[in-house]
């Protein structure tokens, strides 16, 4: 398997407007490739301007946001493609599509990075985080999944979150669990109660 980069992807329509989410960057060699499932507006931007930036979040309310329906974060200029890239990044890079695989159900897009830039210290993983990162994954296959799969992951992902979160962990957290919860029909939360879960 590749590596794949959790990255928020930022593109934009013809007519100017920033699309900005979250997706999973597949590493080919030095090439990243973009996978998105159709339909999708970042799949009609990139036909319509073949570049797109991805940068890696210092909040990670930021992805937790962006699956719960809150898009609108900070953005600056990019350095080489038209474009903007996430404020609030540890690091960005810029890419043009150099290929395209088409495919009905996911077309891959191949990023070259023309542009790459550090923009604040990294100083260390953060279990939070990382469930975070996993629950919000796991709250765009909710149509996908058992109900039981779904809370025994969530109830294994607030073990991270009650032992390791700090404020905007927990925020992020109780944006997903809200989603789950409408999704599921749930009254209570799973990090409220975990052994109602
Ligand atoms: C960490 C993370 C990675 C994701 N990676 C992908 C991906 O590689 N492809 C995809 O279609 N959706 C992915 N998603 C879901 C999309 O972010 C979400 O469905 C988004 O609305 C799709 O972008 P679009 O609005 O341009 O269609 C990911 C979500 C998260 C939280």
Redesign the pocket.
Known sequence: MPL?L?TIVT?LSPAGEL?L??????QDGTDLI????R?????L?LEASPCFAASSPRDVRV??G??TGRRDWPVVPCHRIRGRRLADSFAHAEFEVVDVEEDPV?PRYRGRMVHEASHAPFLGYNRAQGAV?EA??L??RLHMLEPEKILSEMRYLAIAISKTAGPREREAWDWIEDKVAAALGRDDRILANPDAA
Do not use: K, Q, Y
Request: with cysteine; glycine share 4%; hydrophobic share 50%.
């Open positions: 794949i959790e593109t699309h989410v979250p997706f999973g960057l597949i973009l996978a998105p499932f339909p999708s507006p970042t799949i931007n992805i937790a962006c699956v996911r990162l919000a994954i709250s765009t």
